[in-house]
């Protein structure tokens, strides 16, 4: 039992921590590297060995597979860090592998936005976008939506960071504060019900917003095949 209650207060921190980093967005946006996304096209080259050079999808889990190195996790990652993970797994098989990646198709630059809008959907992610305007791409939202606990995840498929903006202080008190502002590959989701406890925050991540990202960014790359 107390094993148990011990699990359960470590996750409450760490999801606490989560807030805690989320009331300093713009610290994330300073972020000037590109990092790779799920649904991103791959160009994977190592010098002198053409067999090992392969076009790769970047899957929705964040995961790419390559000859030899086998699954490797590139969600996250710029294309130089990804260069040199692959290329120290080479070494088990090779003599100083030169290895380069180059993004060649910018897939992943897009958002989610999920829940209480008319028009929930992936969208096309453009610099400086926030979740008030996010949600503006989606038609608006709809007229039981609770726009005090609108949740924003980053990095869903790596470390997930959790935002909470309160998009009722932007339209009636203006606080812009409140209007957090994205990157690429962000969720925005706006609930029906005020997101208040621990209890409300696990069943709308688990049971609502990552099977319908899931689904959403499945159905982008069977597309884009």
Known sequence: ???????????????????????????????????????????????????????????????????LTGEILAYGMAPGELSETIRAKLLQYLKDPNVSVIVSKYKSKKILVLGEVKKPGMYQYEGGLTAFEAIGLAEGYNSHAQLKSILIVRNPYSKPVFYLANLYKVIHDADMRENVPLLPGDIVYVPENFIGNLGDFMDYWIQRIRPAADTFWLYKLAMDQ
């Open 1 to 67: 039992m107390f094993t148990k209650k011990l699990s359960f207060l470590v996750l409450f921190i760490l999801i606490l921590f989560s807030f805690s980093i989320a009331e300093q967005p713009d610290e994330a946006g300073k972020r000037l590297k590109y990092v790779i996304g799920s649904g991103d096209l791959l160009e994977v080259s190592v010098w002198n060995h053409p067999e090992l050079t392969k076009e790769v999808s970047v899957r929705p889990d964040g995961w790419i597979s390559l000859p």
